[in-house]
């Protein structure tokens, strides 16, 4: 993706790797406040990473695989008892397309979310320099707009970029293969996608984890399952397909 903002001040970034991605916080305005928004930004994306890490056998995520959806709920940092639960709730609905138990029993993985719960959190913790600036929040393509519109795109090879605008409060994610190659698997029974789309991109009113969520379960369903799922559920969310 690239993005843009629409007004006449100019962009301000900065990026930094976390979360085995790029994160950056863009803004336009003043800049009142955002040195200390950025750091809070990227004090959230450290704690998240910490404790939601499933290549790492010391974090809070990796010790709870063996426990039940109860016990984690209950045991969990409150910091991220959001992501447990929506995680719980998107394989229920899907009906195990996506699942955080993807590579088996005893394990647990929450990588399809995970990267949108930490742009939510971030986007609560700078709202106070979103009052004099218009702000996105980018962690690996996951982005939200935190005040005024902000113009963003979708690449296809050859062909032109696909443009569209997040407005306030908005958030997309998009699955796509491209990127990181076979990443993404069925959560019925592990297995890799066939015949996959090029990539979709899901748009949400107001939450970049449910965005993320539901861009993985569409890319497994395929476009006509896909669409019939979010009409069904997440009503409020549009898609954007690209076929290969």
């Not at 609905?93 to 971030?122: C, H, M, Y």
């Not at 861009?215 to 006509?224: D, K, N, P, Q």
Request: negative net charge; charged residues 25%; glycine residues 10%.
């Amino acid at each position: 993706m690239f993005v843009c903002g629409c007004g006449r001040n100019e962009i301000e970034r900065v990026e930094w790797p976390v979360m085995g991605t790029i994160a950056a916080v863009q803004w336009q305005g003043d800049g009142e406040g955002m040195e200390e928004a950025v750091a809070s930004v990227k004090e959230v994306f450290a704690e998240v990473e910490r404790l939601l890490d499933a290549h790492d056998p010391e974090s809070e995520l990796s010790r709870f695989a063996s426990k039940s959806d109860g016990e984690i709920l209950y045991d969990c940092n409150p910091l991220v008892r959001d992501c447990y639960r929506m995680a719980i709730r998107l394989r229920e609905e899907s009906k195990g397309v996506f699942n955080p138990r993807w590579r088996g029993k005893g394990t647990l993985d929450l990588g399809g979310i995970a990267k949108g719960f930490a742009v939510d959190l971030a986007a609560e913790r700078i709202v106070k320099a979103a009052q004099t600036n218009r702000i996105l929040i980018d962690l690996g393509g996951n982005l939200k707009a935190i005040g005024g519109n902000w113009q963003t795109a979708v690449y296809s090879e050859g062909r032109e970029p696909t443009v569209f605008t997040l407005s306030a409060g908005e958030a997309c994610a998009t699955s796509a293969k491209y990127f990181r190659g076979d990443h993404i698997k069925d959560g019925r029974d592990g297995s890799s996608v066939t015949d996959a789309p090029y990539s979709v991109t899901v748009i949400h009113p107001g939450s970049a984890m449910i965005a993320d969520g539901l861009s993985t379960i569409c890319f497994i369903l395929g476009r006509e399952k896909a669409e019939a799922y979010i009409r069904a559920h997440h009503p409020s969310a549009r898609t954007i397909w690209l076929t290969p």
